[in-house]
């Protein structure tokens, strides 16, 4: 299958940063067991050693070989020389009023991605980058506008999980009390359009010795990129969302372009094969509310009956504005009218609550700070 991305705009010059750990060491973050059985190998040690190694790195959390205290000196010794434990760096972090927590995460290369913590009562969600920078542009979403693109590979989406734990004390995995109960793919970029690495970093991320968290707690986001869909279902067997936003192809092809190459019947129809599904367990279609564009009462019927033979929720996402959007939010009182409706069509329908508003956490706000201030905004 040829999965064709939209080429990523060029890159404008990456702001100086030193690559690496300085003396080149590569982290063991988002190493596989194939991968740690390589490493171990390397070292001429016994094969039981991988499991020791993901052990520490994903159950316990651990941040410098010193404190794998099964690995005798030695070998600790030998690991730290070549290797580190490295995490994205925090550039920033900020914390809403709401206690949303959002970090400004720095790779390497210098490029930039954000990620977001949500508690909630019965939940508490991290909201993580795929990419830094998007290909699809979506008009209504910030991200859109940056120009620097590139996917993130395995170890920097799993290290973003690991430094919030980091950040929030949720480490061991097996910590009843963790903070981190669900993780959320709708940070900045397209995950299926990182695929690889995006399923390299879902299996560490829900292997039960390690990281465990649980399958139906991952989610992905998709803007509807249908022929990885299947293969998403297939082999990692996570929870979808999908950013429907419009129940035309003359509307959608304007808000999220990518709809000009897979227009809604093809998406619908990927909803209706993706593995798994039932009424237990739901697609959720999101629907960002921009006013006058996609919120009339003829919206909400006609989403109704595109929606009735899929197990689906509706998330309606009140559009979060940012400086020269081109968009303005619903009414209340549409919104309300809009879930009525929905509601009456018998499907679920939910309306996100708008989180860490004050500090520019919001959905489709997040983008890099190096970006708004060579942009001025
Ligand atoms: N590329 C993935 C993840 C994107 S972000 C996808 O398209 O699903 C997660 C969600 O936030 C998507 O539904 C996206 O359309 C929505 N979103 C983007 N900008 C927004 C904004 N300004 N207000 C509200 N929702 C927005």
Redesign the pocket.
């Known amino acids: 299958m040829e999965i064709v991305a939209p080429a990523p705009q060029e890159n404008p010059e990456p702001p100086p940063f030193p690559a690496g750990d300085g003396a080149g060491r590569p982290t063991l973050v988002g190493a596989d067991r194939a991968r740690l059985a390589e490493v171990v190998r390397d070292l001429g040690e016994k094969p039981f050693r991988a499991r020791q190694l993901w052990h520490w790195i994903y159950h316990r959390g651990v941040r410098d070989f010193e404190e794998m205290t099964s690995i005798s000196r030695p070998v600790r010794a030998k690991l730290a020389e070549r290797y580190t434990l490295v995490r994205p760096v925090p550039a920033e972090a900020q914390v809403s009023t709401d206690g949303t927590r959002k970090w400004l995460l720095r790779f390497p290369d210098a490029s930039e991605a954000e990620m977001v913590f949500i508690p909630e009562e019965d939940r508490g969600t991290l909201c993580i980058s795929s990419q830094v920078g ?1 290909t ?1 542009n ?1 008009r ?3 991200t859109g506008t940056q120009p620097w693109v590139r996917n993130l590979d395995a170890g920097e989406i799993v290290g973003q999980l690991m430094l919030a734990r980091d950040a929030l004390g949720d480490w061991p995995s097996a910590n009843e009390d963790r903070h981190i109960t669900n993780i959320v ?3 900045m ?3 299926l359009y990182n695929y690889d690495n995006v399923a390299r970093a879902a299996g560490i991320l829900i292997d039960g010795d390690g990281i465990a968290i649980s399958r139906r707690k991952l989610t992905l ?3 509807g990129v249908v022929p990885v869909m299947q293969r998403c279902g297939e082999e990692l067997g996570v929870n979808l ?1 999908v ?1 429907l ?1 419009a129940v035309t192809d003359a509307i959608r092809d304007e808000i999220v372009p990518l709809n000009r190459r897979y227009p809604i019947a093809d998406l619908l129809d990927a909803c209706r094969n993706y593995g798994g599904i039932n009424n237990a367990r739901r697609i959720t279609f ?1 629907y ?1 509310m921009l006013k006058g564009v996609n919120d009339s009462d003829a919206d909400a019927r006609e989403l109704v009956r595109l929606l009735k033979d899929i197990p689906a929720k509706i998330n309606l ?6 400086p020269g ?1 081109p968009y303005e939010c619903s009414s209340r009182n549409r919104i309300r009218a809009f879930t009525t409706i929905c509601l009456d069509g018998g499907l679920t329908c939910t309306v996100r609550t708008p989180r860490g508003r004050d500090i520019m956490a ?4 997040l983008k890099s700070a190096s970006e708004r201030k060579r942009a001025g905004v």
């Open positions: 998007c699809l979506c209504f979403c910030h793919m709708m940070g970029g397209e995950p986001s998709t803007a969302a950013s936003h999101e960002v996402i009140p559009f979060n504005p940012w959007a919001a959905c489709g706000q």
